[in-house]
């Protein structure tokens, strides 16, 4: 067995690196494009499902105590 395969997340992120160095002004360009870099499949991708479900359950206990106190 080879020990050197990488993992779909570690691929990912080396050829996100890969492409800031060739282009580091296209970092800028994706600042001011949002929308087309930070999605939730990338927030998704980042945490594992256990992270993912804890800032799930985070956001609908804030919606909660918000609700609770402002209306």
Known sequence: ??????TPEKTRERLKQEELKRNPTGN?????????????????????WKGFGILILVLI???????????
């Open 1 to 6: 067995m080879s020990e050197n395969k990488e």
């Open 28 to 48: 800028m360009n994706d600042a001011f494009k949002r929308s087309d870099t930070g999605n939730l499949a990338d927030l998704v991708g980042s945490l594992s």
């Open 61 to 71: 206990i804030g919606y909660v105590v918000v609700s609770l106190f402002f209306m």
